[in-house]
Nanobody, 120 residues
Framework: QVQLVESGGGLVSAGNSLTLSCAAS????????MGWYRQTPGKQRELVAQ???????YRKESVKGRFRISADNDKKNVYLQMDSLDPEDTAVYYC??????????????WGQGTQVTVSS
């Protein structure tokens, strides 16, 4: 089992930056992907950024050029740096960790979510 706890959400003015943090505990050694998703009311949860640890394919992916993901080597913390925030970035942001075999998810874990509100 893996437990994830997010922090760093809040209210920020448009154009500013915010960094979200996620602390992972438990069996973190089994994690092969970590990332961030976000969700707004009435919409599906969408991927924001992820890190794929599987050697030799370690890579970072981000669907938002303004967002950067990073993680500690021990996989106990993952961060999302969000720059030039826009009111459309307002959402609940969820930390995610997964154990994969290739592209197949064997186990998935989610944090409780942290609210990010961007005012215009």
């Amino acid at each position: 089992q893996v437990q994830l706890v997010e922090s760093g959400g809040g209210l920020v003015s448009a154009g500013n930056s915010l960094t979200l943090s996620c602390a992972a505990s438990g069996s973190v050694a089994i994690i092969t992907r970590m990332g961030w998703y976000r969700q707004t009311p009435g919409k599906q949860r969408e991927l924001v950024a992820q890190i794929i640890f599987d050697y030799p394919k370690y890579r970072k992916e981000s669907v938002k050029g303004r967002f950067r993901i990073s993680a500690d080597n021990d996989k106990k913390n993952v961060y999302l740096q969000m720059d030039s925030l826009d009111p459309e970035d307002t959402a609940v942001y969820y930390c995610y960790a997964g154990r994969y075999a290739g592209v197949r998810a064997l186990a998935e874990y989610w944090g409780q979510g942290t609210q990010v509100t961007v005012s215009s």
